[in-house]
């Protein structure tokens, strides 16, 4: 029996990615501390994802969820499927561990699914952070976004069409209603708050800006380049941290170089927990200028350590995770966004009330809170075959 008196499952996560990737992001995060809290609540827990060189094939996090990982970026998909259909018969990595056979698959949809309805032979949860509208042109070039998009907005609404959903925003739910998901099959789980990892430290004595996330093109990581930019003359001790990884790194170093600003602007690359503590402590704003976001964990991240954030009106969750023009502040366009920028660092007392206003905000949302809301939904989808 788990914490809550219903009885314990074994509850198998298909994600293209884990932490440890060196391309994992929020939505990794997300996962991975859902699985954690259901580990602790009394379940078992499995996490089957893409290999890459940062771990081995087949590992147990400290909070005891075991990781299998196989296949490359476009390859899980079919080892997922695999692994699936070798554990109903009773053969495979689930079986030779001891696992089992999955009592629930929480299929984990970005951009494209793991079509799990088609092998699992158990229920399916269908979890999607947000919809990928937008960034399909983005990364991909016309004829790969229009297969994409076709996948993400009719294929999987099909394919999943009795499946219950789980979303971590209002926004992302009522874009997955307007593709024709029923909109009480979707139920909305909010991110958790990371903990906090080390004692409050002073800000820089000079006007800083901080970007926190992987370096991809939808993340919009230009903008705070050109705001940067625009405000050189101004404010001439001006500084940009980009903190993460991601293959859209050197074009963002060339226009950096374009702009002038290559001596303004710090590329941090991978940080610690530590490193990323003392940046977003020491950081007087931080920037989130992605295209769409389900949730947006770096603002909560941030708003944990007192510090506000700017983002896009428009981008989906991040106005859920933040309270706008209390909490941090939400902008329509990129000359609004240079401008807020400009204003708040030349305001430091509406900037400091920001900060105390989104500590307070940030400590709304607990990961305790959000593991005990899943278990409620692991417990309910799996009430049949129990």
């Not at 827990?45 to 996090?61: D, E, K, Y």
């Not at 992302?172 to 409050?200: F, H, K, M, W, Y």
């Not at 947006?296 to 859920?320: C, D, H, K, N, Q």
């Amino acid at each position: 029996m788990d914490t809550y008196g219903t009885p314990s499952r074994h509850v198998l996560f298909l994600n293209w990615r884990d932490t440890l990737n060196p391309e994992g992001g929020g939505s990794e995060v997300y996962i991975e501390r859902i699985a954690a809290e259901l580990v602790t609540a009394g379940h078992q827990v499995t996490l089957f994802c893409a290999a890459h060189r940062n771990a081995g094939r087949s590992t147990v996090t400290d909070s005891g969820v075991r990781v299998l990982r196989r296949g490359s970026r476009m390859t899980v998909y079919l080892r997922a499927a695999l692994i699936c259909l070798a554990g109903r018969f009773g053969f495979g990595p689930l079986s030779r561990r001891g696992l089992g056979r999955p009592d629930l698959i929480v299929d984990v949809c970005n951009g494209v699914p793991f079509f799990a309805p088609l092998y699992a032979g158990r229920p399916v949860i269908a979890l999607v952070h947000h919809v990928h509208r937008e960034q399909w042109p983005v990364v991909f070039g016309p004829w790969l976004a229009r297969i994409g998009w076709w996948i993400e907005s009719r294929l999987a609404v099909r394919l999943y069409r009795r499946c219950r959903y789980v979303t971590v925003s209002e926004a992302s739910r009522a874009e997955l209603a307007t593709l024709g998901v029923d909109a009480e099959r979707i139920d909305v789980v909010p991110n958790g708050t990371p903990p906090v990892t080390g004692p409050a430290l002073p800000r820089t004595l000079h006007p800083s800006l901080l970007v926190l996330g992987r370096l991809v093109p939808h993340k919009r990581v230009e903008i705070a380049l050109r705001t940067v930019a625009e405000l050189a003359d101004e404010l001439p001790e001006l500084e940009l941290v980009v903190a993460g990884q991601g293959w859209w790194e050197e074009p963002l170093r060339e226009l950096a170089g374009t702009l002038g600003i290559t001596d303004r602007v710090r590329f941090a690359g991978f940080v610690t927990e530590e490193e990323k503590h003392a940046l977003l402590c020491s950081s007087w704003l931080a920037l989130t200028p992605s295209l769409k976001e389900g949730w947006g964990l770096t603002i909560v991240e941030a708003a944990a350590r007192s510090t506000p954030t700017l983002a896009f009106r428009y981008a989906g969750g991040v106005a859920e995770a933040m309270v706008d023009t209390e909490t941090g502040v939400l902008v329509d366009d990129e000359q609004e966004f240079t401008t807020v920028v400009r204003d708040l660092l030349a305001d430091d007392v509406r900037r400091k009330d920001m900060g105390e206003a989104a500590l307070a905000h940030a400590a709304r949302f607990t990961w305790a809170a959000t593991g005990a809301r899943f278990a409620q939904l692991v417990a309910r989808a799996t009430a049949r075959t129990g």
